[in-house]
């Protein structure tokens, strides 16, 4: 948790400076941008359990996760394209008393595990993507399916299984520190709220949020 305020304080402190600089940025000098440029956002994703999903079912983090993202900019502030992402849940309980299907009872160590591969369309937006800012706000969103693969073991014996794909949906913000003076290129701090309904198994929707550190640079 300590982390995740760290990081939290960062983004809020890349925010305001971003803030801070649109108040001048109207006075900023433009650099040279053409349309049709297309770009690659890869992050790494810490991923936070959030409401029932954490509460009952899953309440590690998950430090196993990235994102990709595949971006036409046919404006130099906006940029649309696909996004396909993977973030790995694990969860071991303390050891308990299980009933089973027959009846019996058994003492056994149960853990859970999830992995999420969302593949989604989505678009970002960037206002001040023509000025030479330091620092570069930044929105997102995006909406597909999420293909999640669950398991459930009592020991080393699996009780439960299955992969279902699941509608998503996604919102994100964060900050761009460009390289460079074409700023074409840089460095991307963010976080984006996931959300997926899902009713398996007693998980009553997944709801998670993924505070990503990554790098955007152009492809072609």
Known sequence: MNRFKSILVLLFGLTVAAVSQAQTIEHAPTYSTSKGEVKVNLFYNYGLPLGTFKSDFMKNSSPRGFTADVLYWFKPQWGVGGSFGYQDYYQKNARDIYKLSDGSDISAVVSHSMQMLPIVAKAMYMP????????????????????????????????????????????????????GKTQRSGFLLGATYNYTPYNEYDIKGINTINLQAGFQFKLK
């Open 128 to 179: 001040y993507a023509e000025k030479q800012a330091i620092v570069q706000p930044y929105v997102s969103a995006g909406a597909g399916i999420n293909i999640v693969n669950f398991s459930e073991y009592l020991g080393e014996f699996s009780s439960a299984s299955s992969a279902n794909a699941k509608f998503t949906a996604q919102a994100g913000a964060g900050v761009k520190i460009p390289f």
